[in-house]
């Protein structure tokens, strides 16, 4: 009986259409990835059946924590600039053009404006060990609508139209401060929101 | 190693030949480099934006005689309380009047459940949110969301009045 002889192929095979694909995706992924940006606070939000996506730019977000703490963020490093200037020469605080850079960088905030300039002036490690108290938003002091309002006005001066302002509220923020935010901008005319949410499957609705 | 270099030649004859070398290269810690390279941008992108549920208030509106009455009869108010508990009541509250109030859940059975049945036995319905200062924003996005699941269109988010909380505590449930 003759031997059966195991075929002997060459145990290296052609990696190269593998190497080309991974190189494809790794280039995809690389020009496609944006970064997700830091968060001052972290917001954990409900989630809804919406499929309405946020809009790419002009965005307003306005956080609400659990601690009833108010947060602003802006998407557009540009009208930024401006609206720092706008805010500080409001409450007479100014800024050096190096706070005004951190500040455009920021992805939002939580300071009174009078603690601004001495947050933006430490570095990014200081400031993230820094437990924000939120921008003050109430009748004696509300600093935050004065944001929103210089912030649409710096918007609608830059591209024409005033940002979109999104409220992005934490599962287990309490109602009335997320209301007094609510009411806040209604009372500047602004009626429109759009709530940040998690995407939840649709149920069936029952017909 | 994936691949095994092989004996370029068995070493016979007497001629001495320029050695012949192999056009492949090792690949793989570039296909290795590739990869971590590849799973860690899968990882870290963000691709889609969060979505966003749209709420539109009312104009405020000028003059307080402005402000549109509802009809008692076309009336279903939602109480959000704490702890997640939902009670809802027909009608409005009035000195005089004490609707029952029941208590709902946030489930499929619950309040998108009786939703639908005031709706079709009327459809001019109009549904008065009213969160208590205890509830959680939750609360709130869940029941918005509820009108947009059964397409409730007429609704309207209203500060809760004082007669709303005794009714709440009154009816102990």
């Known amino acids: 009986m003759p031997k059966v002889k195991p075929h002997r192929t060459s145990p290296s095979l052609d990696m190269t259409p593998m190497v080309d694909l991974a190189f494809l995706l790794v280039t995809f992924f690389m020009l496609t990835t944006k970064f997700a940006p830091e968060e001052a606070v972290v917001v954990d939000t409900p989630s809804s059946t919406s499929e309405i996506r946020l809009p790419e730019s002009h965005v307003i977000t306005i956080s609400v924590d659990k601690d009833k703490r108010v947060f602003f963020g802006m998407d557009d490093a540009k009208p930024k600039l401006d609206l720092l200037t706008r805010v500080g020469a409001k409450y007479g605080v100014s800024f050096t053009a190096a706070q005004a850079k951190t500040f455009s960088n920021l992805s939002s905030f939580g300071v009174p404006v009078q603690q601004l300039p001495d947050f933006l002036s430490r570095d990014n490690e200081q400031r993230k060990a820094i437990k924000q108290p939120g921008i003050p938003a109430d009748s004696l002091n509300n600093q935050f609508i004065d944001w929103v309002v210089e912030a649409q006005a710096a918007s609608r001066k830059e591209f024409g139209k005033p940002a979109y302002i999104a409220i992005k509220g934490d599962g287990n923020a309490d109602v009335p401060t997320v209301k007094k935010v609510i009411q806040l901008l209604q009372d500047k005319n602004i009626n429109r929101f759009n709530l940040i949410t998690d995407l939840e499957s649709k149920p069936v609705a029952g017909k | ?173």
Request: glycine fraction near 4%; charged fraction near 25%; proline fraction near 5%.
């Open chain 2, 1 to 173: 190693m994936a691949e095994i270099q092989q004996q370029a030649d068995s070493g016979k004859g007497g001629k001495k030949r320029a050695k012949k070398m192999s056009t492949k290269i090792d690949m793989t810690p570039m296909v290795d480099l590739a990869f971590l390279l590849l799973t860690f941008f899968m990882l870290t992108t963000t691709f889609s934006k969060p979505t966003v549920m749209q709420l539109n208030m009312p104009v405020k509106p000028k003059d307080p005689k402005e402000q549109s009455e509802i009809k008692a009869s076309n009336a279903f108010t939602v109480l959000l309380g704490e702890n997640n508990k939902i009670f809802y009541y027909d009608g409005l509250l009035a000195d005089n009047v004490k609707p029952e109030l029941v208590a709902s859940s946030y489930g499929a059975d619950g309040i998108r459940k009786t939703l639908l049945q005031r709706r079709q036995a009327n459809p001019e319905v109009v549904v008065l949110i009213k969160p208590v200062d205890k509830s959680n924003y939750k609360n709130m996005v869940d029941i918005l969301d509820e009108m947009n699941i059964t397409d409730q269109k007429k609704y309207a988010l209203v500060d809760i009045s004082k007669a709303d909380e005794d009714l709440i505590k009154t009816s102990g449930l």
